[in-house]
């Protein structure tokens, strides 16, 4: 049974900061890649960021927070963490992570995880 917790979530001003964190609990499996999604009211579930487990740990960006977003892992605990700045009231939204442990060849789709975690809320004020 695998388990994402997250945690992070809440309310900040436009142009502040704020640090999502996801532990996976995999306890059979290893993990090979997480990554992050959003999804706001009314709209569809949207890719964020993901990052490989594998040693160098390649990353991938959405086009709507590259540069702003950064996705980190901490391999031993199986956590991983995305480091939101210059947050925009558009970046509101529920954020999930979500786990890979088949090895999926593209993690800009929501297909290519086998578990996610309930979402935490992010609320951007203008």
């Known amino acids: 049974q695998v388990q994402l917790v997250e945690s992070g979530g809440g309310l900040v001003q436009a142009g502040g900061s704020l640090r999502l964190s996801c532990a996976a609990s995999a306890r059979t499996f290893g993990v090979i890649g997480m990554g992050w999604f959003r999804q706001a009211p009314g ?26 977003f950064t996705i980190s892992r901490e391999r031993a605990q199986n956590t991983v963490y995305l480091q939101m700045s210059s947050l925009k009231p558009e970046d509101t939204a529920v954020y999930y992570c979500a786990c890979d442990l088949r090895y999926s ?8 995880y086998d578990h996610w975690g309930q979402g935490t809320q992010v609320t951007v004020s203008s």
């Open 43 to 68: 709209k569809e579930r949207e890719f964020v960021a993901a990052i490989r487990w594998s040693t160098g740990g390649s990353t991938y960006y959405g086009d709507t927070v590259k540069g702003r």
């Open 105 to 112: 060849t593209n993690l800009r789709v929501a297909a290519a």
